[in-house]
Nanobody
């Protein structure tokens, strides 16, 4: 069964850090571009960051540039999202997704497989 599983979410104070992981089972991530998306209550799902299958290309939403870093370890079949200097407006459910095409990788329609999401709450 093809599956993506996110982990690492939780409650953190403003200015804190979290590292999200996206692990694949049932298939290898080597050939897939990976995107991170988030959805806050009452808002549409938005692209946060994406990384090409080789890891050589990345993209970030303006709202997270300089604070978030996406990376991948294909040997561990895992993609990470390091989130620093977290703000209350980063509060959302974060999802990872796998897709075959890197072009327009911040669009959710580019992805074929999705994880179930992990909650990130930034609050004092």
């Amino acid at each position: 069964q093809l599956q993506l599983v996110e982990s690492g979410g939780g409650l953190v104070q403003p200015g804190g850090s979290l590292r999200l992981s996206c692990a694949a089972s049932g298939f290898t991530l080597d050939y897939y571009n990976i995107g991170w998306f988030r959805q806050a209550p009452g808002k549409e799902r938005e692209g946060v960051s994406c990384i090409s299958s080789s890891g050589g290309s990345t993209n970030y939403a303006d709202s997270v540039k300089g604070r978030f870093t996406i990376s991948r370890d294909n040997a561990k079949n895992t993609v990470y999202l390091q989130m620093n200097s977290l703000k209350p407006e980063d509060t959302a459910v974060y999802y990872c997704a796998a897709g075959a095409l890197f072009r327009l990788c911040m669009l959710s329609t580019r992805y074929d497989f999705w994880g179930q999401g992990t909650q990130v709450t930034v609050s004092s």
